[in-house]
């Protein structure tokens, strides 16, 4: 064996290793999640690695502009960039490659980008996504579906305390439009109301001259946050045309949540504004009790096909594995797929039996892993328990006649002689 002294081999700040335990949970939310995605209709599309930094950054905003990797390409001498966000990519393969074909498109997807964080922050600079878009529907139903089947990705992960917060990012929008504030103003009152800070927004109140109707309307973004009773609040509060008209859509979508029969899962939140820059209506957060960052997000956005060419409505939302991984670490069965089913340890030196019951294990389905290496049978034991393999099928050695193999359950500690055709014919999930 290797007794070379390792190198150190650190890895840049933001971003890790999974071994084997991790990533077959990940992979294993990953597959559920789109999963769910296949029952409602979409279909899975694979964007690329890399795209031209201009071309990313028409669709990404300001936000995310500033946390985009970018270096030189040497073929073309452009700036390639790694995508901080899969949606603007999905936007623009509507908009070029997809746009001749008929709407709606529903499309999900898994990938992980990479977006520039805060130094000491703590914070991941990868994000594994796994999202949806559902475009060319301009329609209440649409957004409706995306909270629902989120709700229901939920439950299909095992989560039974969660929320999913709904915002209008043009029911907030509507306010500063009619305070006639400054842009440094609103900047800090959007800061003050994303805290529910009500104390600093009534100074910011105090600061600048407001209608009463403003005043009013700002007062009440705070505790604009709850359950359905949020929309009657507002109702009462809100006199602009564009904020009463973002309250209206936002109505019908948590109405059509209700026939769903998912709305003890809803929060409706009108002081959520931290969408991304492209959001233009309807959005949402997924907050799992226990944890802290939302799980999942996403929202309506209706102009971002458009700076590729391509009118069209659309609506999505991504979940980020890294923020479930923690939630989920201690549920066994998402590294079922982990768990191998069959190391075959070979006492003969002929290995024609070992090979031919390991391919017609494969055949079956099974997991098969062949002990190649030369050691006892209690060292094989041992190495099988630690990377999760549950059955050691033993070749050859006293005690088994020709044709025969001992079984070993390394789970539930049972040891069976048996025939290679009783092992093959079937009966393996009942030993």
Request: glycine share 10%.
């Amino acid at each position: 064996m290797n007794s070379r002294t390792p190198i150190e081999a650190a890895l840049p700040r933001g971003v890790n290793d999974f071994l084997p335990e991790q990533a077959a949970r990940l992979c294993s939310i990953q597959e559920k999640l789109l999963h769910t995605f296949d029952l409602w209709g979409f279909r899975r599309i694979i964007p690329p690695l890399l795209e031209f930094d201009d071309v990313m950054a028409a669709g990404v905003g300001e936000e995310l502009k500033g946390k985009t990797f970018r270096f030189d390409d040497r073929q073309t001498g452009r700036l390639l960039a790694v995508p901080p966000d899969i949606t603007p990519q999905v936007a623009r393969m509507v908009a070029t490659r997809l746009r001749t074909q008929p709407l709606p498109h529903r499309l999900s997807y898994a990938g992980r980008v990479l977006r520039h964080s805060e130094i000491g922050s703590g914070r991941s600079r990868e994000l594994f996504q796994v999202g949806v878009e559902l475009m060319g529907l301009d329609s209440p139903e649409a957004d409706a579906e995306m909270a629902a089947m989120a709700v229901q990705a939920l439950k299909e992960l095992g989560f039974q305390r969660f929320s999913i917060d709904l915002g209008q990012v043009e029911f907030f929008r509507g306010i500063m439009a009619a305070s006639g504030l400054p842009a440094p103003a609103r900047a800090a009152l959007q800061g003050a109301v994303g805290r529910k800070d009500a104390s600093a927004v009534a100074e910011l109140i105090r600061e600048f001259p407001l209608s009463e109707e403003s005043a009013r309307e700002i007062a009440a973004l705070p505790r604009l946050f709850g359950g359905r009773e949020v929309l009657d609040a507002a109702a009462r509060v809100v006199t602009n045309e564009r904020s009463r008209r973002a309250l209206a859509n936002l109505v019908e979508v948590v109405d059509i949540l209700h026939r769903y029969g998912v709305s003890e899962y809803l929060t409706i939140d009108l002081g959520e504004i931290r969408g991304l820059d492209y959001h233009t209506g309807v959005t949402m957060e997924g907050f799992v009790t226990g944890g802290g960052a939302a799980v999942c997000s996403g929202g309506r956005y209706d102009t971002l096909t458009g700076v590729y060419g391509f009118d069209t409505p659309a609506t999505g939302f991504a979940f980020n594995l890294l923020e479930l991984l923690p939630l989920l670490e201690a549920r066994p069965e998402l590294g079922e797929s982990a768990r191998r089913d069959f190391l075959i340890f070979n006492r003969k030196d002929d290995r024609s039996d070992a090979l031919e019951i390991a391919r017609r294990l494969r055949e079956q389905g099974f997991s098969v892993a062949r002990d190649i290496i030369r050691r006892d049978l209690e060292s094989s034991l041992d190495y099988a328990r630690r990377v999760g393999i549950r059955r050691v099928l033993v070749i050859g050695g006293e005690g088994l006649a020709e044709g025969q193999l001992r079984l070993l359950d390394l789970d539930g500690g049972a040891e069976k002689v048996m025939g290679v055709d009783e092992l093959l014919g079937g009966t393996v999930s009942d030993t």
